[in-house]
């Protein structure tokens, strides 16, 4: 693993507090689902899911090109392995999102077998996406403050639209809701 040796301020390795920031949304989402308040469940699944789509637009968008451009044969940090994980992980948000749909339409002990099964298959999300954000924080990120001026850095962090949605949602008091 890389060590940053800059300022946490000016440092990629910022977006590991958006990581654990979405990893909360979907607790609460998951929490939610447990106690079968579908309601709940669907709007705190949008929550998260529309964070997570912002974020890693951001990294498409901004952060993997420059990466891409300036470095290569990081050893587990490729940037097709990026895409690839997040192609999954579309994947998965779009499944779960049908899912939520279909459980609307069930009661009784159904629902429950549902909604265990939907809970079996994001705990197998969950651990991707645990590979994922470990893969990011330990190659993407400090490769990127290496490869980056100090104030590339702010321009391309200032731009992440799921930093600022974190720290709106931090200034909210919101952020672990
Ligand atoms: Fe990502
Ligand atoms: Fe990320």
Request: aromatic share 8%.
């Amino acid at each position: 693993m890389l060590t940053s040796v800059m300022s946490r301020d000016s440092s990629f390795l910022r977006l590991t507090e958006v990581h654990q920031w979405l990893d909360g949304l979907f607790l609460a989402h998951r929490t939610a689902l447990l106690s079968l308040e579908l309601s709940q469940a669907k709007l705190l699944f949008d929550r998260y899911e529309s964070n997570l789509l912002a974020h890693m637009k951001d990294e498409e968008e901004s952060l993997i090109p420059i990466y891409g451009e300036r470095i290569s044969d990081v050893p587990g940090g490729a940037v097709e392995l990026f895409i690839a994980e997040h192609k999954k992980i579309r994947g998965f948000l779009a499944e779960f999102r049908q899912a939520l749909r279909e459980l609307r339409k069930q009661k009784g002990l159904a629902l429950k077998h549902k909604a265990i099964e939907l809970l079996d298959r994001e705990g197998m999300y969950h651990g991707l996406l645990q590979h994922h954000h470990a893969r990011e924080q330990n190659a993407l990120y400090p490769w990127l403050d290496l490869l980056t001026s100090v104030e590339e850095r702010e321009n391309l962090l200032a731009g992440c639209s799921s930093l600022s949605a974190y720290q709106a949602a931090l200034a909210a008091g919101q952020s672990d809701k």
